[in-house]
């Protein structure tokens, strides 16, 4: 976890909005992943690929962002 806390959280948004959006038309490809993954559609490797691309970096932020909240609940009390 020490390897996300090193990585500044504005250089996770930028990755976050750019490759975890693109591309941008029609439809952000996370998005679309995301459909077939509820929609049970999610089965070709190209496809979990994709998911796992384009995912890692709202996961990362997610996981950063959700760092920073608890150690800043820490040190409230």
């Not at 500044?8 to 996370?30: C, D, K, M």
């Not at 070709?44 to 970096?57: E, N, Y």
């Amino acid at each position: 976890m020490k390897f996300i806390d090193q990585i500044p959280t504005s250089v996770l948004i930028v990755i976050a909005l750019t490759l975890g959006l693109a591309p941008f038309s029609p439809q952000p490809h996370v998005l679309e992943k995301l459909g077939m993954l509820f929609s049970g559609e999610l089965s070709k490797p190209i496809d979990i690929f994709d998911l796992l691309l384009h995912g890692t970096p709202w996961l990362l932020l997610a996981i950063k962002l959700l760092r920073q909240g608890v150690v800043q609940m820490k040190a409230g009390r």
